[in-house]
T-cell receptor
Framework: NAGVTQTPKFRVLKTGQSMTLLCAQDMNHEYMYWYRQDPGMGLRLIHYSVGEGTTAKGEVPDGYNVSRLKKQNFLLGLESAAPSQTSVYFC??????????FGSGTRLTVV | QQQVKQSPQSLIVQKGGISIINCAYENTAFDYFPWYQQFPGKGPALLIAIRPDVSEKKEGRFTISFNKSAKQFSLHIMDSQPGDSATYFCAASGKTDSWGKLQFGAGTQVVVTP
């Protein structure tokens, strides 16, 4: 099925550990985004990309890095996880005519 | 601070009733206003969207009302059903964001009782 696939779906990290979240889309969308969702805060943009090889900071970029080496993939990295990064992470993609298509999310707990 | 303010945070409505969710924005450059529906354990999905050249858009039981002068827009769910129980997010993006970066409201959890 066409769409946005996120891996992993769940992860528990210890403080200070690192990890990478993978987002893959098969709709040939130019734009990709990483959001975090926290209760009462809505969806907050972490980083985004307007095309292969480009990335930019969103509202809450601190503690995260991203890479878009291939058009279909957008990676979100946590170099040194902190409890404040416990959240649900959503990847989305879009083009100029479509709305966002979201993945099903990654639930991350940092202990 | 959030550029799109959404209320209420939650609401409970009986089956067959009307659910109303309101959003307000400040940025007059916004020109695209979608609503997303999210079920537990799933990502948000586009429900309905409006541009400011119209004051209302209806798709089935879902209607967006848009008031450009007041910088407000709302979602009405008519004849609410238990299957409509979900979290709803309003959002907005503007002319300056040619690639469509969305600003989201904080979300409203809707519970429809049988």
């Amino acid at each position: 099925n066409a769409g946005v696939t996120q891996t992993p779906k769940f992860r528990v990290l210890k403080t200070g550990q690192s990890m990478t979240l993978l987002c893959a889309q098969d709709m040939n969308h130019e734009y990709m985004y990483w959001y975090r969702q926290d209760p009462g805060m809505g969806l907050r943009l972490i980083h985004y990309s307007v095309g292969e090889g480009t990335t930019a900071k969103g509202e809450v970029p601190d503690g995260y890095n991203v890479s878009r080496l291939k058009k279909q993939n957008f990676l979100l990295g946590l170099e040194s996880a902190a409890p404040s990064q416990t959240s649900v992470y959503f990847c989305a993609s879009s083009n100029r005519v479509s709305g966002y298509t979201f993945g099903s999310g990654t639930r991350l707990t940092v202990v | 601070q959030q550029q799109v303010k959404q209320s209420p945070q939650s609401l409970i409505v009986q089956k067959g009733g009307i659910s109303i969710i309101n959003c307000a924005y400040e940025n007059t450059a916004f020109d695209y206003f979608p609503w997303y529906q999210q079920f537990p354990g799933k990502g948000p999905a586009l429900l309905i969207a409006i541009r400011p050249d119209v004051s209302e858009k209806k798709e089935g039981r879902f209607t967006i009302s848009f008031n450009k002068s007041a910088k407000q827009f709302s979602l009405h769910i008519m004849d609410s059903q238990p299957g409509d129980s979900a979290t709803y997010f309003c959002a907005a993006s503007g002319k300056t964001d040619s690639w469509g970066k969305l600003q989201f409201g904080a979300g409203t959890q809707v519970v429809v009782t049988p």
